[in-house]
T-cell receptor
């Protein structure tokens, strides 16, 4: 158990709908990262939040957005869902003193399996 | 942009034997970190081992060790005394140590390792 929790574990929804994925980082971790794992794209970085602020964006669609709240949990919002959004979405956290950003190890949550029908 | 390549989609090893998984990467940076993550059928991403680019000594964690060849940009994982529980997908990942590059992980395509009893 990495200490990172994600809810829900599974989500089945229809095209055009909107869903919210939730992540609670390890106690004390300030950074939250979101990744998408799909068969055709592999594991891809989506977005990074540090202590409530967006730090970096990757291949994240405009239909997707995220935020990190004062208690450090994060939510990934996916809207106007398409069949191709079906994937496993991971959240990872790390302690991250910002000045030494690259040195941290990221610990992954169990993921949320999203199926869009 | 940095890239990570795993050229072996599948590998197989006999229980108790040794297997080496290959990974190459491309970067113009001198400060970076390399990781191997394991993803068993449960889909949980588990850190196996990590290597700092500035360290010449190869990292070792119990039965897992790496062969880090910085000039060749190669980072292979050796698993000794393979066990049935080692069967999983293994991902090689790169992380920049440059502050303004953020902390995102760049993953290879993965190598599916099967262990035969």
């Amino acid at each position: 158990d990495s200490g990172v929790t994600q809810t829900p574990k599974h989500l089945i929804t229809a095209t055009g709908q909107r869903v919210t994925l939730r992540c609670s980082p390890r106690s004390g971790d300030l950074s939250v990262y979101w990744y998408q794992q799909s068969l055709d794209q592999g594991l891809q970085f989506l977005i990074h939040y540090y202590n409530g602020e967006e730090r970096a964006k990757g291949n994240i669609l405009e239909r997707f957005s995220a935020q990190q709240f004062p208690d450090l949990h994060s939510e990934l919002n996916l809207s106007s869902l398409e069949l191709g959004d079906s994937a496993l979405y991971f959240c990872a956290s790390s302690p991250t003193l910002l000045q030494v950003l690259g040195t941290d190890t990221q610990y992954f949550g169990p993921g949320t399996r999203l199926t869009v029908l | 942009a940095q890239t990570v390549t795993q050229s072996q989609p599948e590998m197989s090893v006999q229980e108790a034997e040794t297997v080496t998984l290959s990974c190459t990467y491309d970067t113009s940076e001198s400060d970076y970190y390399l990781f191997w993550y394991k993803q068993p059928p449960s889909r949980q991403m588990i850190l196996v081992i990590r290597q700092e680019a500035y360290k010449q000594q190869n990292a070792t964690e119990n039965r897992f060790s790496v062969n880090f060849q910085k000039a060749a940009k190669s980072f292979s994982l050796k698993i000794s005394d393979s066990q049935l529980g080692d069967a999983a997908m293994y991902f090689c990942a790169y992380r920049s140590g440059v502050y303004n590059q953020g902390g995102k992980l760049i993953f290879g395509q993965g190598t599916e390792l099967s262990v035969k009893p």
